[in-house]
């Protein structure tokens, strides 16, 4: 919940900071933070729901190492473990894997197999910026930088 609220705050914050005078430092800070965001995320949930199986092993009495002798007490030992160490292996997989793919370098060689004819330029959020370039006004941001400035001075764009 922690990583999604920090991912929000600094989508919001770059949205807030486009065209207003805020130095480019703190923009790429924002951006790397998404982008680290990014990459992690995937891992840290499937940590979670490997961690969600690890509670229902303790709480079903289970161990990690196969109990021959339960599957004479119990007729569904054998069943239930196979399905929570089935599940948890998934997880596991899908958390190694999706980190390995969401990991910058690693997914520009995959995606550069599709077509390179026309090739979008995507910024932090996902959003295509020439498209974003033909639809804003530049005029626009002019007029609200101009604003911030007779209202604040030129030091408080600055900064």
């Not at 569904?76 to 997989?93: M, W």
């Not at 793919?101 to 550069?112: A, D, E, T």
Request: aromatic share 12%.
């Amino acid at each position: 919940m922690g990583l999604l609220a920090l991912f929000q705050i600094n989508r919001f914050m770059i949205k807030r900071y486009t065209g207003y005078g805020v130095k480019l430092s703190v923009r790429y800070q924002l951006s790397e933070n998404i982008r680290t965001i990014r990459v992690f995320l995937p891992m840290i949930t499937s940590d979670s729901f490997i961690s969600l199986v690890d509670i229902v092993y303790h709480y079903l009495n289970l161990d990690y190492v196969f109990e021959p002798e339960r599957c004479q007490q119990d007729p569904l030992y054998l069943r239930l473990y196979v399905v929570i160490v089935g599940i948890a292996s998934a997880i596991e997989l899908v958390g190694a894997t999706s980190v390995t793919f969401m990991y910058p370098s690693i997914k520009l060689p995959c995606r550069r197999k599709k077509n390179l004819e026309s090739v979008p330029v995507i910024n932090v959020l996902g959003s295509d910026l020439m498209v974003k370039q033909k639809e804003r006004n530049h005029f626009v941001d002019l007029d609200k930088l101009w604003e911030l400035r007779t209202r604040f001075g030129p030091i408080a764009v600055i900064q």
